[in-house]
């Protein structure tokens, strides 16, 4: 059972396009963290929100915590190639808030 | 470079065959991880250590086993290799216990079981 669920598993899309990508779950967490991944490395941290209803900005990638801090979207505005990866999101659950629970990641594809 | 650095890089094993995987990490993190990751199935826990001298099963743990030599080392080691343990092995850190704090990740032992 797959407790964070990620959308769409799979994204291929033109350079300069616009994208969300969607984290979802039933249970509430403390914390909510994003990570992009390239080929033969391990996860990159992007951001951690932990405010329900927080939205951070890094350039062109706006984060965003659902109030119930239940979901998180990740929005890519004008997107580039150097943003093809695998996007993963994370959660920290309340009763054990230091072992992360990752979702299944969005792989993007971003043409030029 | 500080980081988590993660031997060997790869490894081709035959089944029953027994090996560590090595993780040390250089920036004084209390907690530490070892994750595996699956085509289509994110990243799952295996065994974690919150701080030294402790540790304690994640998600997954059958057919594993863990050592926290001291507070940079975390070594993971499978017994009796099985083709279902082929996958992608991550070792982490992390500041404390709280999960404010980002996971910094080695690159990974790509780990084939035959």
């Known amino acids: 059972t797959q407790l964070l669920e990620q959308s769409p598993q799979f994204l291929s899309i033109q350079e300069g396009e616009n994208l969300t990508v969607y984290c979802n779950s039933s249970s509430v967490f403390s914390s909510l963290q994003w990570y992009r991944q390239e080929p033969g490395e391990g996860p990159v941290l992007l951001v951690t929100?932990?405010?329900?209803?927080e939205v951070k900005k890094l350039k062109r990638l706006t984060f965003q915590f659902g109030d119930a801090r239940k979901d998180s979207s990740l929005h890519i505005t004008a997107a580039q190639t150097g943003d093809t990866g695998l996007y993963l999101c994370?959660?920290?659950?309340?009763?054990?808030?230091?072992?992360?629970?990752f979702g299944s990641g969005t792989r993007l594809l971003v043409r030029p | 470079n500080a980081g988590v650095t993660q031997t060997p890089k790869f490894q081709v094993l035959k089944t029953g065959q027994s090996m560590t995987l090595q993780c040390a990490q250089d920036m004084n993190h209390n907690s530490m991880y070892w994750y595996r990751q699956d085509p289509g199935m994110g990243l799952r826990l295996i065994y974690y250590s919150a701080s030294e001298g402790t540790t304690d099963k994640g998600e997954v743990p059958n057919g594993y086993n863990v050592s926290r030599l001291n507070k940079r080392e975390f070594s993971l080691r499978l017994e009796s290799a099985a083709p279902s343990q082929t996958s992608v092995y991550f070792c982490a850190s992390s500041e404390q216990r709280s999960g404010g704090y980002g996971y910094t990740f080695g690159s990974g032992t790509r780990l084939t079981v035959v």
């Open positions: 994370a959660g920290a659950r309340m009763d054990s808030s230091y072992k992360l629970i």
């Open positions: 929100v932990v405010t329900g209803g």
